[in-house]
């Protein structure tokens, strides 16, 4: 049994590492998933049954810890870049724009009770009790992103003479953290007496209610003799309006216009246009009818065919700019991108893994389809090149110092901050540098999930063998005092200003708290007592903003305050 015994003790084989990663990610996930009151910690068990095999001396070499917690969290903020830069910048628009400030609100007065605490409850003599503050905030808002980041400054300000880990401080405040966020998003509700049955009646007349830019398909009757004998192109110039027409019925035959095509008073149409506009297209053009002409009526078959944009040639592409009508005889009525359907307007840039509504003639159709590649089969392999690309500029950015005044060392973005700015910008203008970053979804969650684990199996056992002198012979249960504190008092504030002083949506609020924290058992629980999508609107809104300030904090405040 020699043999057996070596391989859990013989730290420096590869067989011994593999090991103690592969059980301590395996227990953490398998033990994450037990509900208590219907509440999960998830993949972050992993950071537990970490932090038991190293207080056991189940370990492993520390270059190898460091180096797999150091590239499993550029993994993970990478991976995370990629998915919100495309909606980053438009997260701030109408509405997002104040949720997004809440959420910033939020974020300070997480830091402004953290120093509270700190002053309140610790001796400020000593110099390990602020940094493992910030790891207690970082559990409390259960980011983990933030809690690599405070690390790696932690590491450029200390070096060798950091003699505690500050994920002992994040362990003890993250299980009342994930509580927390849900019990104080219910505290609102008592507060601000909502009535739930009434909210969600709310956002489902509100849906009904609200014109927006989904698209909105009619058939027409043109009735306005302004419009007779000018061609589509002038309709639309004088419309203002983006619009479509995919079928014309003249004197009996049904085609397809160009923008060229000439219409005249009778004819009959099929418009595709945003939701919103539908009312002034019907006063401007004439009445909705019903039809009774066919696909069967026409000279040639005339087909609708959802398309798969798969071809890396087309990434970044407007639809004006290919001339779709024009030159290919075909109109483009539909976008739909990452489950959201989008009124195909002629400025829209098409991006790789887009599936578009293409109507016309079936060879034509068809062309279109061989130009856009359409080949599910090259949307499963994730763009490899472009990721490590990505990272290798984001480690660069995140390398350059910038010497700030009053600090003790340069201030850098680092091997979190880095490479999370440069995944964004890349997942919203990787097109112009002719970077396809489409991933898949399940590509996506893949290693950012495979990224995270390797961090916080690392994390854990490193921080396992000082586990127990410093949280259960030490300040632990000022950690998880202190870490409740800090989760629940901006939650309760902010969100009842935002409830009280604009009027969102109890659910909106929800789900914009759960960005906020980037907690997504908050988010779930959301979502199962709302019958819309509010809750993910509302996370989605302030998620990207959110993560970027929470990794920007931290190390903000190692390396402006711990020196």
């Avoid at 949307?379 to 990505?390: K, R, S, V």
């Avoid at 500029?393 to 979190?416: D, H, N, Q, Y």
């Avoid at 709302?530 to 809104?541: D, F, K, Q, V």
Wanted: neutral net charge; glycine residues 10%; aromatic residues 10%.
């Amino acid at each position: 049994m020699d043999w057996l015994i070596k391989l859990f003790t013989t730290e420096d084989s590869v067989a011994h590492i593999v090991l103690l990663y592969s059980l301590v990610i395996s227990l953490g996930v398998y033990l994450g998933k037990i509900k208590i009151g219907g509440i999960s910690l998830g993949v972050t068990f992993i950071l537990f049954v970490g932090i038991l095999a190293g207080h056991i001396g189940f370990t492993g070499p520390k270059e190898t810890l460091t180096f797999l917690q150091d590239f499993g969290l550029i993994l993970f903020v990478f991976m995370i870049g990629l998915q919100v830069g495309p909606g980053f910048f438009e997260s701030f628009g109408k509405g997002g724009l104040k949720l997004n400030m809440l959420a910033t609100v939020a974020i300070l007065l997480d830091v402004a009770v953290m120093f509270g605490c700190y002053y309140l409850f610790f001796d400020t003599s000593d110099p390990k009790n602020l940094p493992m503050m910030v790891g207690t905030m970082y559990g409390a808002v259960t980011n983990t992103p933030g809690l690599g980041a405070a690390k790696e400054a932690l590491t450029s300000v200390f070096g060798a003479n950091m003699n505690f880990d500050i994920a002992s401080g994040y362990a003890c405040a993250y299980p009342l953290g994930v509580i927390g966020i849900i019990g104080a998003t219910l505290a609102i509700r008592f507060i601000c007496k909502v009535d739930l049955d009434a909210e969600n009646a709310m956002l489902t007349d509100g849906e009904k209610e609200n014109p927006n830019a989904k698209p909105h398909i009619m058939y027409l009757r043109i009735e306005n003799s302004y419009i007779g004998g000018r061609t589509m192109e002038e309709i639309t110039k004088f419309l203002n309006r983006d619009i479509v027409i995919t079928r014309l019925m003249h004197e009996g035959v049904v085609s397809l216009p160009s923008k060229e095509t000439n219409l005249h008073v009778g004819d009959e149409v099929l418009v595709v246009c945003a939701e919103a506009d539908a009312p002034a297209v019907i006063a401007f053009i004439g009445p909705e009818i019903e039809v009774d002409w066919h696909e069967e009526d026409q000279p040639k078959q005339m087909v609708s065919r959802r398309i798969v944009v798969t071809n890396s040639a087309m990434n970044g592409k407007t639809l004006s700019k290919l001339q779709f009508r024009s030159v290919y005889g075909v109109n483009i009525t539909r976008i739909s991108r990452q489950g959201m359907d989008l009124y195909a307007a002629n400025n829209h840039h098409l991006h790789v893994g887009d599936r578009i509504m293409v109507v016309g003639f079936e060879e034509n159709v068809e062309r279109v389809a061989k130009m856009m590649g359409n080949s599910e089969k090259h949307l499963n392999a994730p763009n490899i090149a472009t990721i490590f690309i990505g990272i290798v500029v984001g480690i660069i950015f995140g390398s350059l110092p910038l010497a700030i005044p009053g600090m003790p060392v340069p201030l850098k973005l680092g091997l979190a901050g880095g490479p999370l700015i440069i995944a964004i910008l890349l997942g919203r203008f990787g097109y112009r540098m002719h970077l396809v970053t489409y991933t898949t979804t399940s590509a996506n969650m893949m290693l950012r999930e495979i990224g995270l684990a390797l961090f916080l199996a690392s994390v854990g056992v490193k921080a396992g063998a000082g586990f127990w002198e410093t949280v259960v012979q030490g300040d632990g249960l000022k950690y998880v005092a202190t870490g409740f504190l800090i989760t629940i008092i901006p939650i309760l504030l902010v969100g009842t200003y935002a409830r009280m002083k604009y009027k969102f949506n109890y659910f909106t609020i929800m789900g914009a708290i759960a960005g906020s924290y980037t907690d997504p058992p908050a988010l779930a629980y959301a979502n199962s007592v709302c019958n819309a999508e509010a809750p993910a609107l509302g996370y989605s809104t302030v998620y990207p903003l959110s993560m970027f300030l929470r990794i920007l904090v931290a190390q903000l405040i190692v390396l402006f305050c711990c020196g």
